[in-house]
């Protein structure tokens, strides 16, 4: 019995490690500290457009559509230029202007400032 409670234990850390792993783990972007901004990618357009925050914060990506979109630019990872229609990825950003785009939707595009 005790052996299947430690196993059962091991399972729930491996779990949560796989779980909790960043989805952008090889992103060179700064790590996030601050509490989390959400932008959604809706049909067919970013929620807000245009947004600025501090270094530091995290902007959480969340696919809110039925359609399928993608991200790229503004130092994104390129896994990010895969389409898709559920998911949500969270990263922090360098300081300065970016341009994120959905390549799919013309005109769906997030201006983020960086201060
Ligand atoms: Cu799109």
């Known amino acids: ?6 196993l059962a234990a091991t399972l729930a850390v491996l779990a949560a490690i796989v779980i909790t792993a960043p989805a ?6 700064p790590k996030a ?18 947004l600025t925050i501090s270094r530091g914060t995290a902007v959480r990506f969340v696919w809110a559509g039925k359609l399928s979109h993608n991200m790229t630019g503004g130092g994104l990872p390129k896994s990010l230029a895969r389409t898709k229609v559920h ?21 769906m595009v997030l201006k983020l400032r960086v201060r």
Request: aromatic share 8%; proline share 4%.
């Open 33 to 50: 500290t601050a509490a989390a901004v959400t932008v959604k990618l809706k049909d067919s357009y970013f929620s807000p457009s245009r």
């Open 87 to 107: 998911g949500t990825f969270t990263t922090g950003f360098s300081k300065g202007t970016k341009t994120i785009i959905c390549t799919i939707h013309p005109g």
């Open 1 to 6: 019995m005790k052996r299947i409670l430690a």
């Open 24 to 29: 952008g783990a090889t992103n060179a972007a």
